[in-house]
Each structure stands twice: as C-alpha cells, then as structure tokens.
C-alpha cells in the first residue's frame, strides 16, 4: 500500500533553477552524472539546442519527486537524413524512422517535429525520474503514473509536443510497466554495455594477462598502431582553453552516427569540468603535438565506476591507428589507477566493446503519440522492430573472468 497522502500537488517548471531552493540534493536518488545542479548548468551552457521541462510531484507543498525532460525540435530536412537508412538497421533509430516515416503527412522535407524525452539525453540509463529516498517501489508507480498523466493532459499541447518517449530501461522491473495499459508501445533499442574488473587486478599488465593468446595479439597490435600518439589529462585550463576544439572533434563523432537525438551544447565540456572538477576527466590523444582525438569519463567512486563519457575524434589522422579501440583499452586503464570495479561504456559499438570484456545489458524504451489515431498505428510499426542483431566477444581465457563480467552496476 502506498503511504502517499494529504494534498497531492502536480507541476510544471521552465528551470530546476525554479525548485532548486527547495530540495537537497542528498535526500533523492540520483547518481553523479545526474545533479540537479548539473543539469541546471547543462540548461545554462552556450549553444543548448533542446527545451528542459521539469515535472514536480509534491506531497502537503513538499517535494517528493522530479521527473525531467528534454524536448527537442526536428526540421524535415534533418529528419530525411534517417529516414533514408537502410532498412537492414534495427533497433532505437529505425523504430523511429519507421514511425515519423509512417505517422508523417505531405512532403518531409515541409515537417516539423518536437519530441519530449525522458532523462538527459546525453547519458545512457537516465530515465529522469528522481524520487526521494524514503519512496517505496509502489509509490514510484503511484507517482509515475500521475505524472505521466499530467503531461499527456496539460504539458503536450501546452508546449506543441506530439510525441513522448519514455526511455533507457534496463527491465520490466523498473516500475514502468504499466505504460502498456496507457497507449505507449514498448520497443528494443541497442543494449547498455558494462564491465566489471575482478578485485585482484591491480593493473593493467594484470588485464592483460587475462586475455586469451587471439585477444593479446591484438591489443599488443592496437597499441603498437598507436605508439606515436600520446595520451595526455587535460587541466582544467587546457580543457576550457580547447572548448571549441573539443566540440568540433565530438561533432565529427556525432555526424558519423546514423541518428542523434540531440547534440550537446558548445560549451559542454568547459561547463562540465567546471562544474565537477577532477570528478569529471578529459584525455586527450596527441599525435605530433596535433589534438587528434579525446575522451571525457565520470570518477563515480559513490558507485564504483567509471562513467565512459563522450569522445571526440580527428578521423583524418585516425584511420591508420584504430584510436577508438586504443580508448577503450585507456579506460580499463584509468579505471584501475582509481581502484574502480565498474566501467559503464555504454550504446553503440557494441560488439567491439565486447571484444575488451564488456557485456550487454538489453534495454528497451516506451513511445506515445499525442494523436489518437497516429498512436493506434504505432504498435504494428514497433511490433516488428528488433534491437540490432550484433557478436558477443569473450577475450578471457578463463570462464572465472567472463562470469564476473556479469556482475555490472546501472543507474537506479
């Protein structure tokens, strides 16, 4: 039974800044990545091309819970881009193409679109729903529900919304279930990927040996590829001294992937490493004193892990050394210099991840349709749609290292 009673109160706010004075951050359950400061720098940095929307649910004018999301803007000419994939892709993209591609009317290129999401969009497993502490599961729904509720009814038209996706869960058994029964379609998209570094491994000789003779062949290629490019910790004046630098080398990333739902703002890594200090950490890859590439990662000692962030890359001068593999490697690495067990790397790429010790957790995400009818034609379009088909790599030598390869940690 819940024990949510007295005077409910349900509302809307343009800026966390709005709520702020009335929460402590130490009473609700968000992890690191996910500060109700930070995403008050992240609404403020230069450059943010999406719309914040903060959902408070209050119990006798106190808060107990915030759900946060993000809306974002689509032009026809930009959604022409993924609606032309290939129709062998599947998973979260596709199920997307195959739904505006369907629930679209006239000419594409003369649309326009605006989705509200769930969570930051610039962080895998945040489905934006922040409860107090002392909430039990049944109130979770409880609270879900209603806010789920008041959007649907007063927020989508409000703010000229048509679509809501509700997304990044690892489970059925996330509280969310009951989406089904409200009009939303659940569908599959590519899988979170983690690792988890056995307590004895003091080192990174120590991962390797691990390794099966196929698999230290070839991280001793992959480095010997990349021994003319330095790795280097950027100040936090350097990082603030290459912002421009750092986005452009991001963007080509992001321009290189089939589907984006957003871009992060141009001042995002200065803003972040300002925000966090040396919890948040930029590296950046050297070659010939030239930034070719860069990585960024969360020191999140309060859950164990290493938060692998966004990268960056110079793919002119790339090509020849396989850098990304060379990070992903870097990152077992830092992860061991701060006695870290857990390293969330992530979506994508996901069977070269697996090739470093990673492992998939399945993930899935929920979709509405403010239109009744555009809604109805939703479930036989996502019906059908499946997470990307992808190779599942062991690079261990014993079934002990595999096994607690298993043991991940995700974002509650």
Same mark, same amino acid.
């Given at each position: ?6 005077v409910?109160?349900i509302?809307?706010?343009t ?7 009335d929460?402590?951050?130490?009473? %609700? ?5 996910? %500060?109700?400061?930070?995403l %008050? ?16 649910? *209050?119990?006798n004018?106190?808060?107990r ?8 803007? #689509?032009?026809?000419?930009?959604l ?11 998973? #979260? ?27 930051n ?16 599961? !049944? ?13 649907k009814n007063?927020?989508m ?8 996706l ?15 029964? !409200?009009?939303?379609v ?23 040996e691990?390794? *099966? ?15 003319r490019v330095?790795?280097r /910790?950027? *100040? ?31 001042s995002?890594?200065s803003?972040?490493? /300002?925000?966090?200090?040396d919890r948040?950490?930029?590296?950046? %890859? ?5 930034l070719?590439g ?8 309060? /859950?164990?892990?290493?938060?692998d962030?966004?990268?960056?890359l ?7 050394v396989n850098?990304y ?12 210099e ?6 969330h790397y ?5 069977e ?8 998939p957790?399945?993930?899935k995400?929920y979709?509405?349709?403010?239109s009744?009818?555009?809604n ?11 997470a ?22 995700v974002?509650?």
């Amino acid at each position: 039974m819940s024990n949510i009673a007295g005077v409910i109160t349900i509302q809307q706010h343009t800026s966390i800044s709005h709520i702020l004075p009335d929460l402590n951050q130490d009473n %609700y359950q968000t992890p690191l990545v996910q %500060y109700f400061s930070y995403l %008050y720098a992240l609404e403020n940095a230069a450059g943010r091309n999406f719309e914040p929307v903060y959902i408070t649910f *209050s119990e006798n004018d106190k808060i107990r819970a915030i759900a946060y999301f993000q809306i974002v803007h #689509f032009k026809g000419k930009e959604l022409n881009s993924f609606l032309n994939e290939p129709e062998q892709k599947k998973g #979260f993209s596709v199920c997307l193409r195959q739904a505006f591609g369907n629930l679209l009317i006239g000419k594409v290129e003369e649309m326009e679109l605006n989705l509200m999401a769930s969570g930051n969009l610039f962080i895998t497993g945040d489905k934006g729903f922040y409860c107090a502490k002392d909430i039990t599961s !049944i109130e979770k729904e409880s609270i879900s529900r209603q806010v789920i509720d008041y959007i649907k009814n007063r927020v989508m038209d409000a703010m000229e919304v048509g679509t809501l996706l509700i997304r990044d869960f690892y489970s059925e058994d996330d509280g969310f279930d009951f989406l089904k029964n !409200i009009g939303f379609v659940g569908f599959p998209t590519e899988p979170d990927m983690m690792m988890s570094l056995p307590a004895h491994w003091s080192d990174f000789q120590e991962y390797t040996e691990a390794l *099966s003779s196929k698999y230290r062949v070839k991280l001793k290629k992959i480095m010997e590829q990349s021994e003319r490019v330095t790795l280097r /910790k950027l *100040s936090a004046e350097e990082v603030s001294e290459q912002a421009h630098k750092l986005w452009q080398l991001y963007e080509n990333v992001a321009n290189h992937s089939n589907f984006n739902l957003s871009y992060l703002p141009t001042s995002y890594f200065s803003d972040t490493q /300002k925000f966090y200090g040396d919890r948040f950490q930029v590296y950046g %890859y050297y070659f010939e004193e030239k930034l070719i590439g860069f990585s960024s990662v969360f020191i999140c000692h309060e /859950k164990n892990t290493l938060e692998d962030h966004y990268i960056g890359l110079d793919y002119e001068n790339t090509s020849d050394v396989n850098l990304y593999h060379r990070m992903l490697f870097d990152f077992i690495k830092i992860a061991l210099e701060h006695h870290l067990q857990h390293i969330h790397y992530g979506r994508t790429a996901t069977e070269i991840k697996s090739s470093v010790g990673a492992v998939p957790l399945e993930m899935k995400a929920y979709i509405y349709h403010s239109s009744k009818l555009k809604n109805f034609f939703l479930a036989p379009i996502t019906r059908n749609v499946k997470a990307k088909e992808y190779i599942i790599r062991n690079p261990f030598k014993q079934t002990a290292i595999e096994a607690k390869t298993m043991e991940v940690v995700v974002n509650e």
